[in-house]
């Protein structure tokens, strides 16, 4: 009897629909190639993608920058982050075939001779193809302060007359509104945004992008997603170690730039958006932005800032060589933010992130609200955590009868951890997943303009505050090193409705990665 073939379900036909995608004649130029996110980011990503098969055909990588080094020198920089922990001789053998189609070009970053330096190497590389159309793939691994001339001068010497080409930029966008705006007039004069892909590693993280499926492939959850069952909601990012040793870059930016205004920003807009009309990307990021502008300007009541202090043998913030001694730039933020429409009004969206805090973690918890009272006392609440690392997870606690003659009710957990579940799934790096979007051309996971704008509307205000441009800085609370955070913190949230589970004997289900 001829087996038969199980159809393929769960299908999203506009999801299949993308843009262009860079197939053949594809040159990938990396700025910035001897830095550090090129180098523990950027190359490990193209490698991964190259050695599973990902990038187009007879692809080729060009690194740029200041720093003036011979290939080996370049090869050996571009692949120590590269990991081979077992000395696999598969692993090893794509590594020498990825050395071979990366090449290095030195070169400034503001001079037009340095570019048309460039473009003749590229030239040079693509007199190869089959075909005069060819495609070209510029990503700024770069410091804000130079986006704006490379864009220029790539446009100008770099930019492929025949073919496709697309540049991707990496935060930070700006550093308030005007920032913003500045920045993105500039680059628009020489880049379109349809060619733009402003990258935020987060959206390229297995949880976040499952968010979409969990919330609108499933009944069950969009029954409940709303007012009138969810209590409060936590994104929380978590950090066990400090600045040590780059407090000075830190200190500019501080922990709401770095990590709320952007990362658990993002997490928030795909958490609470509504269904889209398709999965295309311009739908998605029609509705996330359309939330975002649901949000008022953030109020400094609903804010609490830390600042760590030296503790269990670690050195405090202001004990860093980089950090100025008088510093009051907080290492810790939690942000309280209201969305002003039918469906999240009166819910409290807290986003907290830290440094030098007790563990290392990136979390959503959803805490709905009480059970009906009367036949039941002191019931833990139904809490919906998604962890998006380390390890990812997605585990609803929930209440049941507790086994045996007894008769009460237990708070238990129904428990998907994905590399208990999903045993033979590598799922990949944010990095490369971001990567190959902008290969296929999609930009479902990249933030458009308009949602960079309204994003900074809603943190400006008290940004400023903060940077003393309204008056005294405010002054963070101490906290110690590898602790939860500022002592304020549990009053902080639970001002907002959160209850902790009354039960001490409960904990929540936790994967030990050894023992799989």
Same mark, same amino acid.
């Given at each position: 009897?001829?087996?038969?073939?199980?159809?393929?379900?769960?299908?999203?036909?506009?999801?299949?629909?993308?843009?262009?995608?860079?197939?053949?004649?594809?040159?990938?130029?990396?700025?910035?190639?001897?830095?550090?996110?090129?180098?523990?980011?950027?190359?490990?990503?193209?490698?991964?993608?190259?050695?599973?098969?990902?990038?187009?055909?007879?692809?080729?990588?060009?690194?740029?920058?200041?720093?003036?080094?011979?290939?080996? *020198?370049?090869?050996?920089?571009?692949?120590?982050?590269?990991?081979?922990?077992?000395?696999?001789?598969?692993?090893?053998?794509?590594?020498?075939?990825?050395?071979?189609?990366?090449?290095?070009?030195?070169?400034?970053?503001?001079?037009?001779?340095?570019?048309?330096?460039?473009?003749?190497?590229?030239?040079?590389?693509?007199?190869?193809?089959?075909?005069?159309?060819?495609?070209?793939?510029?990503?700024?691994?770069?410091?804000?302060?130079?986006?704006?001339?490379?864009?220029?001068?790539?446009?100008?010497?770099?930019?492929?007359?025949?073919?496709?080409?697309?540049?991707?930029?990496?935060?930070?966008?700006?550093?308030?509104?005007?920032?913003?705006?500045?920045?993105?007039?500039?680059?628009?004069?020489?880049?379109?945004?349809?060619?733009?892909?402003?990258?935020?590693?987060?959206?390229?993280? *297995?949880?976040?992008?499952?968010?979409?499926?969990?919330?609108?492939?499933?009944?069950?959850?969009?029954?409940?997603?709303?007012?009138?069952?969810?209590?409060?909601?936590?994104?929380?990012?978590?950090?066990?170690?400090?600045?040590?040793?780059?407090?000075?870059?830190?200190?500019?930016?501080?922990?709401?730039?770095?990590? %709320?205004?952007?990362?658990? %920003?993002?997490? %928030?807009?795909?958490?609470?958006?509504?269904?889209?009309? #398709?999965?295309?990307?311009?739908?998605?990021?029609? *509705?996330?932005?359309?939330?975002?502008?649901?949000?008022?300007?953030?109020?400094?009541?609903?804010?609490?800032?830390?600042?760590?202090?030296?503790?269990?043998?670690?050195?405090?913030?202001?004990?860093?060589?980089?950090?100025?001694?008088?510093?009051?730039?907080?290492?810790?933020?939690?942000?309280?933010?209201?969305?002003?429409?039918?469906?999240?009004?009166?819910?409290?969206?807290?986003?907290?992130?830290?440094?030098?805090?007790?563990?290392?973690?990136? *979390?959503?918890?959803?805490?709905?609200?009480?059970?009906?009272?009367?036949?039941?006392?002191?019931?833990?609440?139904?809490?919906?955590?998604?962890?998006?690392?380390?390890?990812?997870?997605?585990?609803?606690?929930?209440?049941?009868? #507790?086994?045996?003659?007894?008769?009460?009710?237990?708070?238990?957990?129904?428990?998907?951890?994905?590399?208990?579940?999903?045993?033979?799934?590598?799922?990949?790096?944010?990095?490369?997943?971001?990567?190959?979007?902008?290969?296929?051309?999609?930009?479902?996971?990249?933030?458009?303009?308009?949602?960079?704008?309204?994003?900074?509307?809603?943190?400006?205000?008290? %940004?400023?505050?903060?940077?003393?441009?309204?008056?005294?800085?405010?002054?963070?609370?101490?906290?110690?090193?590898?602790?939860?955070?500022?002592?304020?913190?549990?009053?902080?949230?639970?001002?907002?409705?959160?209850?902790?589970?009354?039960?001490?004997?409960?904990?929540?289900?936790?994967?030990?990665?050894?023992?799989?």
């Amino acid at each position: 009897m001829a087996s038969m073939q199980r159809t393929r379900s769960g299908t999203i036909p506009s999801m299949e629909t993308t843009g262009h995608q860079f197939k053949d004649n594809t040159l990938i130029v990396v700025f910035g190639a001897s830095g550090d996110l090129a180098k523990k980011k950027t190359y490990p990503a193209l490698f991964g993608l190259y050695r599973n098969g990902y990038l187009p055909k007879d692809v080729h990588i060009v690194g740029y920058a200041r720093t003036k080094m011979d290939d080996e *020198e370049y090869h050996k920089r571009i692949t120590s982050y590269i990991k081979n922990p077992n000395n696999d001789a598969e692993i090893a053998a794509k590594i020498e075939e990825f050395k071979k189609i990366s090449t290095y070009v030195s070169g400034g970053y503001e001079d037009a001779p340095s570019f048309q330096n460039l473009a003749k190497h590229l030239e040079a590389i693509e007199k190869n193809y089959p075909s005069r159309e060819v495609n070209r793939l510029f990503y700024l691994a770069l410091p804000p302060s130079v986006f704006v001339p490379v864009a220029q001068h790539v446009k100008e010497c770099c930019y492929a007359t025949w073919g496709t080409n697309r540049i991707i930029v990496e935060k930070p966008f700006g550093k308030d509104l005007e920032s913003c705006r500045e920045l993105l007039s500039s680059l628009k004069q020489s880049w379109k945004e349809e060619e733009t892909y402003r990258i935020d590693h987060y959206l390229g993280k *297995e949880m976040v992008k499952n968010l979409l499926v969990l919330r609108f492939a499933n009944v069950a959850m969009g029954a409940a997603w709303d007012k009138h069952s969810i209590s409060n909601v936590q994104i929380s990012f978590k950090e066990p170690f400090g600045t040590e040793g780059r407090g000075g870059y830190f200190d500019e930016f501080g922990i709401i730039r770095d990590i %709320l205004q952007n990362h658990l %920003l993002q997490v %928030l807009s795909i958490l609470t958006m509504e269904r889209p009309v #398709s999965f295309a990307s311009e739908d998605i990021r029609d *509705e996330k932005v359309k939330v975002l502008r649901a949000i008022p300007p953030i109020k400094r009541e609903d804010v609490l800032l830390g600042q760590y202090v030296g503790a269990n043998g670690k050195p405090g913030y202001l004990d860093d060589d980089t950090v100025p001694k008088d510093s009051v730039c907080p290492t810790f933020a939690a942000t309280t933010l209201w969305i002003n429409n039918e469906r999240w009004e009166g819910v409290p969206f807290i986003l907290k992130a830290g440094k030098a805090l007790n563990e290392a973690k990136v *979390e959503i918890r959803m805490q709905f609200k009480d059970v009906t009272q009367g036949i039941f006392k002191d019931i833990s609440r139904n809490e919906l955590v998604i962890r998006i690392q380390p390890s990812e997870a997605v585990y609803l606690k929930l209440n049941t009868k #507790s086994p045996g003659y007894a008769f009460r009710a237990l708070p238990t957990e129904m428990d998907l951890t994905y590399k208990r579940r999903f045993t033979d799934t590598q799922i990949p790096e944010a990095y490369e997943a971001l990567i190959l979007d902008a290969i296929k051309g999609d930009h479902s996971n990249f933030v458009r303009d308009d949602e960079l704008d309204v994003a900074w509307k809603i943190f400006t205000p008290i %940004l400023h505050w903060i940077d003393g441009k309204e008056g005294p800085r405010p002054k963070p609370s101490p906290y110690p090193y590898g602790s939860r955070g500022p002592k304020q913190l549990d009053s902080f949230i639970e001002k907002l409705g959160y209850k902790r589970a009354a039960d001490d004997y409960y904990s929540w289900p936790t994967t030990n990665v050894s023992n799989l």
